[in-house]
C-alpha cells in the first residue's frame, strides 16, 4: 500500500516535473517515491539552501512551478535565506520537509511552522487521511499567491501506509484581475486621454508585466502612442521591440537613457514595484512627469505616482489600446484631440508638406503631425555605456571592458543567472537579454550573497538546450561552493561561469572601507577559483587580460555534447566601481 509521503509525491508529480533537495531522515521515504513511483526528475544538490534555489531559478526560467525537498531541523534552517528569498521575489515553489512527530518534538527538532512563518511562508502539514488534498492546496496557495509554501510530513506519519491514492482536484488558479468598477475605468480613461495628449510618453515594465504575458499588448501601446520604453532590472526584454528600447532604468541604467526618462511628460508603469533602486533612489521621473502605475497589488507602490489601476498588465495594457484605437467622443466647443501615433501618423509626418500657404492656392495647409517622440531621439547614444580600458590603473583587469567582451562571445541562446553583490552591474549593464526569463538575479531580493552556483542547477533543467551562464563575485562564490559541483554536473557542456574576482567584498569594501571603517574584515585572499572548477571536472580558465577571453569564443564554438563547463575566473580591479554603487554612495554618504 502507499504511504503517506507516496500520496505526496505522486499528487505533486501531477503538478510537478523537477525537484531538487538533499536526502535526510526526513525525506527519505518521499524521495523513494519520486524515484521509483513517478516520473518527476530529482537533481540532488549538496546543500540544503541550494533545494530551494534550484526551485526558484527553475519557475524563473520556465513559468513552471518546482519543489525543493530537505529533511526536518538542521537541513530545514538551512533553507531559510532561500526561502525568504523566494518569498521577496514572489516566486511560487513547494518545499517538501520532514518535520518533528505528531506525539512532540525531539531534541534536534525546532518549531518549523514558526520558523518559516518569520519569512513569511505558510506551512502545511499532510497527514494520514488527508496528505493528497493537502498536497494541492500547497500547490493552489503558491500558485495563487506567488510565494513559496512548506509542506510538511511529519516523521511518524512518513512511512504509514494510507492505502489507495485518491483523486484530487487540480489547483486552482484565479483569473487575471481585470479592471473593475467605476474608479478603474474612469482612470484607464484618464491614462489614455493623457498618453494621447503626452508629447514625450514613456512606458516602463517589470517582471510581474512578464508574468502576466503582457509583452505583446505593451508592444502594441508603445507602436500606437510612439512612447519609448524601459524594463526594471528583472523585466529586461519585456518589450518585443527594442529599437525604442532605453534598456534597464536605476543604476543600471545609462546616464543619456536616464536623462531622457526624466524628459517624459507622462509614463505609465506596467507589473513594476518601483523599489528604491528602480526609482534612482525618487529622482527617475521629474517632478512634472504625470507617473501612473497598474499592478496587482492594492495600492500604489510609490509616492510619486499620481493614478492607480488595480490590474493585471495585459488586461490594462490591451483595454489602453482600445481605448487609444478608438476614436474619441467628440465634445461640443472642444478642440480637435491629438490622436496617438500608429503607422499612417508616422507616413503622414514623412510625406505631408509643412504648415503654411499652399504653393498651387491660397489655401492654408495644416501642419503636420510631429513625429512620434521616440523617432526624434537616438536611443542607442542613449544606451551607451563606458567601454572600460583593457586595464585599470592597478594592473588589473577592467571589469566594464571585459563585460563588453563576453558579450560578444556568449552564446546567443542563454539564460543568464546572478548572484547578489557588487559586480551585479556589470552583467545588467553590458550583456544584452532576449526575455526576463532570460536574465534572473537569485538573492538580490532579500539583499542576500551566495545563491549562484545552484541557480545553475534550476535553470539548466529548466531550459535543457540552451547556455546557462552564471555571473557571480568571488564572496558569493566560496559562500555558495558546495553547490559548484552540482553547478557542473548540472549543466554540463552547456555551463559557463563568470567569476568576478577582486578579492574583496566590493560592495562593503565601496560602502564602508570609503568612510575609513577597518577594510581587514571586507578583504578576501585571491582564491583560485579555476582550480575549484577542474577539482569538480569543469575546465576552469584565469582571466587577467581581454586576450585571455579568446577561450570562451573557442569553447562557444564546440560542441556542448563534448565540452567541459567553462568557469571564468577574471582577475578584476575592485577599484572600477559601478554606477549603480556610486549611486548607493552618493545617498548614503
Do not use: C
Amino acid at each position: 500500500m502507499p504511504t503517506v509521503s507516496a500520496h505526496v509525491a505522486l499528487t505533486l508529480a501531477q503538478h510537478i516535473d523537477a525537484v531538487f533537495g538533499v536526502m535526510g531522515n526526513g525525506n527519505a521515504y518521499f524521495l523513494d517515491a519520486i524515484e521509483t513511483q513517478t516520473s518527476a526528475v530529482f537533481t540532488a544538490v549538496r546543500h540544503e539552501q541550494g533545494a530551494v534555489v534550484a526551485a526558484d531559478a527553475h519557475f524563473r526560467a520556465s513559468g513552471r512551478i518546482a519543489a525543493g525537498t530537505s529533511t526536518y531541523g538542521a537541513g530545514f534552517t538551512n533553507t531559510l535565506t532561500a526561502l525568504a528569498e523566494a518569498v521577496q521575489a514572489h516566486v511560487p515553489l513547494v518545499l517538501v520537509v520532514g518535520d518533528e512527530p505528531t506525539s512532540g518534538p525531539r531534541p534536534w527538532d525546532v518549531d518549523q511552522i514558526a520558523l518559516a512563518s518569520a519569512v513569511d511562508a505558510r506551512t502545511y502539514t499532510v497527514g494520514r487521511a488527508d496528505a493528497a488534498a493537502t498536497t494541492v492546496i500547497a500547490i493552489e496557495h503558491a500558485l495563487t499567491y506567488r510565494v513559496p509554501v512548506v509542506l510538511a510530513i511529519p516523521y511518524d506519519v512518513a512511512a504509514l501506509e494510507a492505502g489507495p491514492v485518491a483523486d484530487a482536484p487540480s489547483p486552482r488558479v484565479p483569473a487575471p484581475l481585470a479592471p473593475k468598477g467605476e474608479f478603474a475605468e474612469g482612470m484607464l480613461d484618464e491614462i489614455a486621454a493623457a498618453l494621447r495628449s503626452a508629447e514625450r510618453p514613456f512606458l516602463l515594465a517589470g517582471r510581474g508585466a512578464w508574468l502576466a504575458g503582457a509583452s505583446a499588448a505593451l508592444g502594441e501601446l508603445a507602436d500606437v502612442t510612439g512612447a519609448l520604453t524601459a524594463s526594471s532590472a528583472l523585466g529586461r526584454g519585456v518589450f518585443p521591440d527594442g529599437r525604442y528600447d532605453l534598456g534597464v532604468t536605476g543604476g543600471f541604467g545609462a546616464d543619456g537613457a536616464m536623462e531622457l526618462i526624466r524628459s517624459a511628460d507622462v509614463a505609465v508603469v506596467f507589473g513594476a514595484s518601483l523599489n528604491q533602486f528602480t526609482m534612482r533612489f525618487g529622482e527617475l521621473f521629474a517632478p512634472g512627469t504625470r507617473v501612473f502605475q497598474i499592478d496587482i497589488t492594492p495600492a500604489a507602490t510609490h509616492a510619486h505616482i499620481g493614478g492607480f489601476v488595480r490590474a493585471d498588465a495585459r488586461l490594462a495594457a490591451e483595454a489602453l489600446v482600445s481605448r487609444l484605437t478608438t476614436a474619441p467622443t467628440p465634445v461640443a466647443g472642444a478642440s480637435t484631440p491629438v490622436h496617438s501615433f500608429g503607422e499612417e501618423a508616422r507616413h503622414a509626418a514623412a510625406s505631408a508638406p509643412s504648415a503654411g500657404v499652399s504653393p498651387a492656392s491660397s489655401e492654408v495647409v495644416p501642419a503636420a503631425p510631429t513625429a512620434p517622440w521616440r523617432e526624434r531621439v537616438d536611443v542607442a547614444a542613449a544606451r551607451r555605456y563606458d567601454a572600460g580600458d583593457d586595464l585599470a590603473p592597478d594592473g588589473r583587469l577592467d571589469p566594464r571592458s571585459a563585460a563588453r567582451r563576453i558579450a560578444e562571445l556568449l552564446p546567443e541562446d542563454r539564460v543568464v543567472v546572478s548572484d547578489g553583490g557588487h559586480f551585479i552591474g556589470w552583467a545588467n549593464m553590458y550583456w544584452p537579454v532576449a526575455a526576463p526569463d532570460r536574465m534572473m538575479m537569485i538573492g538580490t531580493a532579500f539583499q542576500s550573497i551566495g545563491q549562484g552556483w545552484p541557480s545553475v542547477v534550476g535553470a539548466a533543467l529548466a531550459r535543457r538546450d540552451a547556455t546557462v551562464v552564471l555571473t557571480s563575485g568571488d564572496g558569493g562564490g566560496l559562500m555558495a561552493i558546495a553547490d559548484l559541483e552540482s553547478a557542473v554536473r548540472a549543466a554540463g557542456g552547456r555551463g559557463i561561469a563568470v567569476i568576478w574576482n577582486d578579492a574583496a567584498y566590493g560592495a562593503e569594501v565601496n560602502l564602508y572601507g570609503l568612510k575609513g571603517l577597518a577594510e581587514g574584515p571586507m578583504r578576501i585572499p585571491e582564491v583560485d577559483f579555476a582550480a575549484f572548477g577542474a577539482a569538480v571536472g569543469a575546465e576552469g580558465v584565469v582571466v587577467r587580460t581581454l586576450a585571455d577571453l579568446d577561450r570562451l569564443a573557442a569553447w562557444a564554438g564546440e560542441d556542448a555534447a563534448t565540452r567541459r563547463f567553462l568557469l571564468l575566473d577574471l582577475r578584476i580591479s575592485g577599484d572600477v566601481i559601478a554606477p549603480y554603487q556610486q549611486e548607493i554612495i552618493r545617498v548614503n554618504s
